[in-house]
């Protein structure tokens, strides 16, 4: 991360859930200050106000999308920049004050994202239960902690928090289900590039121009850049104006990316760094290589043949 590393830190509250979690994965802010925000939009605002060096904020979920209020927020008002990325596996545990049988339980605390994510298990395995929407999983830990309910579908942190015995783990109608979280702070020198990284941008095209959204691809594509991620949110300004959100493989101080962004630059309306970082893998998976002739070697060899041409060299 660029700069004196972060120490005070806010996510998107309450405590006990899957955003403090995923906080906590990260060193500085395990050994750091944790204070939990209301909403994205206030969690956003402590950065921006310098009342914190950095907020933790869930960015996308592999079964729900993206969160538009994230989106929205990073879109508008003063920039932020993403320094790291957390991806982290979304398993909920089914949790009461004792152990129950689950045939005797009646009502399941609940924030309406995790009971969506496991709808199907709930209707297998609770089929007389009424589910309860909740403000928060960590809300329904403490209203099954409190006996307003029989059980929650909660974060496994929220279990020893509140005394609760887990009756079932791993509770998801997709086992393979994640949130990926972004780590915002305010503005700075982006970190150096570590050969599997991440640039995030927020572009506006010119709605009055005709191709533009192409013209965007092309000038990724002719650089062999990945386009991992690409999501649109109405501006609000007008019906049919929007910003396009781009994830794409690579870092902004090598070449075939910086190029891309000075063609990024010249046909749109608007192109907002949102940062460059490191991707997180869950996994051992190797970084998707480029093309032929489209490497950053490639680019970097094609560079120093034309610099050689102006000087006048025979090449």
């Given at each position: 991360?660029?700069?004196t590393?972060?120490?005070?830190?806010?996510y998107?509250?309450?405590?006990?859930?899957?955003?403090?979690?995923?906080?906590?994965?990260?060193?500085?802010?395990?050994?750091?200050?944790?204070?939990?925000?209301?909403?994205?939009?206030?969690?956003?605002?402590?950065?921006?106000?310098?009342?914190a060096?950095?907020?933790?904020?869930?960015?996308?979920?592999?079964?729900?999308?993206?969160?538009?209020?994230?989106?929205?927020e990073?879109?508008?008002?003063?920039?932020?920049?993403?320094?790291?990325?957390?991806?982290?596996?979304?398993?909920?545990?089914?949790a009461?004050?004792?152990?129950?049988?689950?045939?005797?339980?009646r009502?399941?605390?609940?924030?309406?994202?995790?009971?969506a994510?496991?709808?199907?298990?709930?209707?297998?395995?609770?089929?007389?239960?009424?589910?309860?929407?909740?403000?928060?999983?960590?809300?329904?830990?403490?209203?099954?902690?409190?006996?307003?309910?029989?059980?929650?579908?909660?974060?496994?942190?929220?279990?020893?928090?509140?005394?609760?015995?887990?009756?079932?783990?791993?509770?998801?109608?997709?086992?393979?289900?994640?949130?990926?979280?972004?780590?915002?702070?305010?503005?700075?020198?982006?970190?150096?590039?570590?050969?599997?990284?991440?640039?995030?941008?927020?572009?506006?095209?010119?709605?009055?121009?005709?191709?533009?959204?192409?013209?965007?691809?092309?000038?990724?594509?002719?650089?062999?850049?990945?386009?991992?991620?690409?999501?649109?949110?109405?501006t609000?300004?007008?019906?049919?104006?929007?910003?396009?959100?781009?994830?794409?493989?690579?870092?902004?101080?090598?070449?075939?990316?910086?190029?891309?962004?000075?063609?990024?630059?010249?046909?749109?309306?608007?192109?907002?760094?949102?940062?460059?970082?490191?991707?997180?893998?869950l996994?051992?998976?190797?970084?998707?290589?480029?093309?032929?002739?489209?490497?950053?070697?490639?680019?970097?060899?094609s560079?120093?043949?034309?610099?050689?041409?102006?000087?006048?060299?025979?090449?």
């Amino acid at each position: 991360m660029p700069g004196t590393p972060p120490t005070r830190f806010v996510y998107l509250g309450p405590e006990g859930t899957f955003t403090e979690a995923a906080l906590r994965t990260i060193p500085a802010a395990e050994h750091g200050l944790r204070v939990p925000a209301r909403s994205v939009p206030e969690a956003l605002e402590a950065v921006r106000a310098g009342d914190a060096d950095a907020a933790l904020v869930p960015l996308e979920n592999s079964v729900g999308g993206a969160v538009p209020v994230t989106l929205d927020e990073l879109a508008t008002g003063s920039t932020l920049m993403i320094t790291r990325e957390v991806l982290l596996p979304v398993e909920f545990v089914l949790a009461a004050r004792r152990l129950t049988p689950l045939a005797e339980i009646r009502s399941v605390a609940a924030h309406p994202q995790a009971s969506a994510q496991c709808r199907n298990w709930l209707l297998a395995n609770l089929p007389d239960a009424t589910v309860v929407d909740m403000l928060s999983n960590a809300a329904a830990a403490i209203s099954a902690a409190s006996g307003e309910h029989d059980a929650a579908l909660c974060a496994p942190i929220g279990v020893p928090r509140n005394g609760l015995t887990v009756l079932a783990e791993k509770v998801a109608d997709h086992a393979d289900a994640v949130t990926r979280f972004a780590l915002l702070t305010r503005p700075g020198p982006p970190g150096l590039p570590t050969g599997d990284d991440v640039t995030s941008l927020a572009v506006s095209i010119r709605h009055d121009q005709a191709g533009t959204l192409v013209g965007v691809l092309t000038e990724l594509s002719v650089r062999g850049i990945n386009l991992s991620r690409i999501e649109s949110r109405p501006t609000g300004e007008q019906l049919g104006t929007y910003v396009f959100f781009l994830d794409c493989s690579g870092h902004v101080a090598e070449p075939r990316l910086g190029e891309a962004l000075q063609g990024l630059r010249r046909i749109c309306a608007e192109v907002r760094f949102l940062g460059s970082y490191p991707r997180h893998r869950l996994t051992r998976e190797a970084p998707v290589a480029s093309p032929k002739g489209l490497s950053d070697t490639d680019f970097a060899d094609s560079a120093a043949w034309l610099a050689r041409i102006r000087a006048g060299e025979t090449v």
